[in-house]
Nanobody
Framework: QVRLVESGGGLVQPGGSLRLSCVISGNFFSIQTLAWYRQAPGKQRDLVAIFTTTSTVNYADFAKGRFTASRDNAKNMVYLQMNDLKPEDTAIYFC?????????WGQGTQVTVSS
């Protein structure tokens, strides 16, 4: 059974940084999609960053220049480094994987940006 577990969220002041992690466990192969999403209260879930290849990432406009996604295939880990955080970045951040047409989500990790 495939499982995704995010961690690293928390409360941070505007301008601060956080590094989110997502560990993938279980039997997985032929990953089609690996991405980070976020969902603010009362809003839809939005794409933050998506791996187009094992090393190439596309970012949402709001993430460009501030967020960096990376992965460590040997450790089955995906990361999201977030810098210069703003109050509007407050959301639950989710890791998503698509394998053989099946979508898997983690439970999410809360990021709150506030002074």
């Amino acid at each position: 059974q495939v499982r995704l577990v995010e961690s690293g969220g928390g409360l941070v002041q505007p301008g601060g940084s956080l590094r989110l992690s997502c560990v993938i466990s279980g039997n997985f192969f032929s990953i089609q999609t690996l991405a980070w999403y976020r969902q603010a209260p009362g809003k839809q879930r939005d794409l933050v960053a998506i791996f187009t290849t094992t090393s190439t990432v596309n970012y949402a406009d709001f993430a460009k220049g501030r967020f960096t996604a990376s992965r460590d295939n040997a450790k089955n880990m995906v990361y999201l480094q977030m810098n210069d955080l703003k109050p509007e970045d407050t959301a639950i951040y989710f890791c998503k994987m698509v394998m053989l047409g099946v979508t898997y989500w983690g439970q999410g990790t809360q990021v709150t940006v506030s002074s």
